[in-house]
């Protein structure tokens, strides 16, 4: 544990083992439930490239609603995003932990608090001497998603991932995540590394946008409900 902020009068508190997360103050996990996995980049908010202001930080399209409808269904509201800017210098712990209380504190004004925001700091070849290493949280590893599912109580196989690369789907698959859906807007483009990778990790569905996914989940758990 590290410090302390607010998120719309909830408390925040920064962990950094096994992976650093930020947590409510108090929150009470109760029986094992479905969460959302969504990564932050290009999925909440515009990216834009090491975002880390909050005069940078632009909320996709009706980010906010779809997550308000998501939390109202009963899914659990979790971050999990790769933060290599941390590593490479271009800003620090303390400027994520800021923009992610602000963050935060907009999601709880929408109707859709957020359990926890799982971040990686690190890179292989970052320039931050303590930050440069491989590690089990960086997608497409799964250590964000099961340090989460341990903390929150939460039903991977029950649950989905939203995100806008290989890697976030990787993540998913790897830890068992029930739906991952690959977020492609309009005008998105990916490496053609990365798409040569996103062959052999293939995605659940391929969505729009936040909208999109709650319509898709929504509509998946209604017909479970009707089936036999
Ligand atoms: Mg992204
Ligand atoms: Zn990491």
Redesign the pocket.
Known sequence: MVSGGRADGQSLILYSAPVHRLLLRGRNPGSAGPAVFL?????VNV?RGHVHRTQDFEFMPAALAACRQLAGAGFALVVV??QAGIARGRYGIEDFVRLSEWMAARFAQAGAPLSGIYFCPHHPCGSVAELSARCSCRKPEPGMILTAAEDLRLDLARSALV???WS?IAAGRRAGVGRCLL?RAPGSAESAQDLAAADTVVADQVITGLADATGYLLARRAGEMQAP
């Not at 990564?39 to 999925?43: K, S």
């Open positions: 990564d932050r980049d290009g999925v990216d995003t790769n995100g806008d690369k976030d977020l």
